[in-house]
């Protein structure tokens, strides 16, 4: 059994049982794995909470975000912390947005599909229209379980979309980052520009995925995982 712990944290519309797909490999192999429950408010409180996590977690960590999730393991701390793997993961510099990343480039589909919910505090939720989602999240996901996806998401709050990042590890972790060639979220080359600048030990691009490609894709995000861990084990 290994010592390695791999946390796992989802990212907007989605939730930890995103991750299904992709723990028995990683369990297979040996390690521990922990899917959190990323809270969607805030990036800061969400890094908090994720980092809450990794404090309890005796022996090394290594941390994979999707989506928002990216920037939530960028911005989580931890002595223990080896590595970070970004799975069609914001990757943010100090000072950046997720909402300033996905439109810095063209190709980002996503502002026209959001329905907004009003919060008692004046802040908003964000949800993806049911109706809109198969389409914009998970287009090569089987029609049924995508809109199993769609009813299931839970929704980000406005606060954590344009919530400026702080400085962020992985200048100063290892990085690995698999990401799809046909993501409406982000558009492929800002995934490039990421893995590109944070000096990834590797980058995948899968053919033809979609934004959810820990769903319809996991064997090979799961392979991208575990020559994470291998490498910082």
Same mark, same amino acid.
């Given at each position: 059994?290994?010592?390695?712990?791999?946390?796992?944290? !989802?990212?907007?519309?989605?939730?930890?049982?995103?991750?299904?797909?992709?723990?028995?490999?990683?369990?297979?192999?040996? !390690?521990?794995?922990?899917?959190?429950?990323?809270?969607?408010?805030?990036?800061?409180?969400?890094?908090?909470?994720?980092?809450?996590?990794? $404090? /309890?977690?005796?022996?090394?960590?290594?941390?994979?975000? !999707?989506?928002?999730?990216?920037?939530?393991?960028?911005?989580?701390?931890?002595?223990?912390?080896?590595?970070?793997?970004?799975?069609?993961?914001?990757?943010?510099?100090?000072? =950046?947005?997720?909402? =300033?990343?996905?439109? $810095?480039?063209?190709?980002?589909?996503?502002?026209? @599909?959001?329905?907004?919910?009003?919060?008692?505090?004046?802040?908003?939720?964000?949800?993806? #229209?049911?109706?809109?989602?198969?389409?914009?999240?998970?287009?090569?996901?089987?029609?049924? %379980?995508?809109?199993?996806?769609?009813? @299931?998401?839970?929704?980000? #709050?406005?606060?954590?979309?344009? /919530?400026?990042?702080?400085?962020?590890?992985?200048?100063?972790?290892?990085?690995?980052?698999?990401?799809?060639?046909?993501?409406?979220?982000?558009?492929?080359?800002?995934?490039?520009?990421?893995?590109?600048?944070?000096?990834? #030990?590797?980058?995948? %691009?899968?053919?033809?995925?979609?934004?959810?490609?820990?769903?319809?894709?996991?064997? =090979?995000?799961?392979?991208?995982?575990?020559?994470?861990?291998?490498?910082?084990?």
């Amino acid at each position: 059994m290994s010592d390695l712990t791999i946390v796992l944290v !989802h990212g907007a519309f989605a939730e930890s049982a995103s991750w299904a797909g992709v723990v028995p490999p990683l369990r297979a192999a040996g !390690h521990t794995v922990v899917a959190v429950a990323n809270p969607l408010r805030s990036l800061s409180g969400d890094a908090a909470a994720v980092s809450a996590v990794v $404090r /309890e977690i005796s022996g090394p960590v290594l941390l994979v975000g !999707h989506s928002y999730g990216g920037a939530v393991i960028s911005n989580a701390s931890g002595d223990n912390v080896r590595g970070l793997v970004f799975a069609a993961a914001f990757a943010p510099a100090q000072g =950046e947005s997720i909402a =300033e990343l996905s439109g $810095r480039l063209p190709g980002s589909t996503l502002g026209g @599909t959001l329905h907004p919910v009003p919060l008692p505090d004046g802040s908003t939720d964000l949800y993806i #229209r049911q109706e809109l989602f198969p389409a914009q999240f998970a287009a090569d996901v089987p029609a049924a %379980e995508a809109a199993v996806l769609a009813a @299931t998401q839970r929704p980000l #709050r406005d606060v954590a979309l344009n /919530e400026a990042s702080g400085p962020p590890s992985w200048p100063s972790l290892p990085s690995w980052f698999v990401f799809p060639d046909a993501d409406l979220n982000i558009p492929v080359a800002m995934h490039r520009e990421m893995a590109a600048r944070a000096g990834a #030990r590797d980058t995948v %691009e899968l053919a033809g995925a979609s934004h959810a490609l820990t769903v319809s894709r996991p064997a =090979e995000v799961a392979e991208v995982v575990l020559k994470a861990a291998a490498a910082v084990a």
